[in-house]
């Protein structure tokens, strides 16, 4: 079945300490990205990637890294937590056809900062 | 911030009624997309038309595209209770290749 799996799902943790998000997806999408959902403020791109080795910011990067060491995975990574970053995660992947990105999205992690 | 707007913010109608949703958005784009969220779930993708295309069907969706105006609308025909979700626009302006989000509409379709 095709897909993009994240996990955790549910994750609560402290302030300062480290945590990876991971994201896969097993349909051989060049174009991988993550997203943040706060209410009232839709989805907001943090970064995204083209392809392996390629990764760009989005809208709102400060305070997360990602990697793209492979093809179907791409982690996020919250170096120290904060607060603010308490939201509703996604990842989302598209093949890129025709300058086209029809994104399919993972089922959200949600992350709680104390 | 780049981010579109949906319009209305929430709407609620009954079973068998018709629903439009419209977008607004800032900047010329490649394509235009609507995606479909069930509560809390991830996003599911239901239509895309092209910058160059003003008007594209797919079973009961309708979506229309005013490049001159920056907007887009969405029409769900013969509303049914699944169709209750949040519905967003999705822009790729043609600068780049991120994608921007608008609010969103939440969609209540009474039995």
């Known amino acids: 079945e095709a897909q993009v799996t994240q996990n955790p799902r549910y994750l609560i943790t402290v302030t300062g300490k480290k945590l990876t998000v991971t994201c896969s997806q097993n349909m051989n999408h060049e174009y991988m990205s993550w997203y943040r959902q706060d209410p009232g403020l839709g989805l907001r791109q943090i970064y995204y990637?083209?392809?392996?080795?390629?990764?760009d910011k989005g809208d709102v990067p400060e305070g997360y890294k990602v990697s793209r060491k492979e093809k179907r995975n791409f982690p996020l990574i919250l170096e120290s937590p904060s607060p603010n970053q308490t939201s509703l995660y996604f990842c989302?992947?598209?093949?890129?056809?025709?300058?086209?990105?029809?994104?399919?999205f993972g089922p959200g992690t949600r992350l709680t900062v104390t | 911030s780049q981010q579109g707007e949906e319009d209305p913010q929430a709407l609620s109608i009954q079973e068998g009624e018709n629903a439009t949703m419209n977008c607004s958005y800032k900047t010329s784009i490649n394509n235009l997309q609507w995606y479909r969220q069930n509560s809390g779930r991830g996003l599911v993708h239901l239509i895309l038309i092209r910058s160059n295309e003003r008007e594209k069907h797919s079973g009961r969706l309708r979506v229309t595209l005013d490049t001159s105006k920056k907007s887009s609308s969405l029409l769900i025909t013969a509303s049914r209770a699944a169709d209750t979700a949040s519905y967003f626009c999705?822009?790729?302006?043609?600068?780049?290749?991120?994608?921007?989000f608008g609010t969103g509409t939440s969609l209540t379709v009474i039995p």
């Open positions: 999705a822009t790729d302006p043609n600068t780049g290749n991120q994608f921007y």
């Open positions: 990637s083209m392809n392996v080795e390629v990764t």
């Open positions: 989302a992947s598209s093949r890129i056809q025709g300058g086209s990105y029809e994104q399919y």
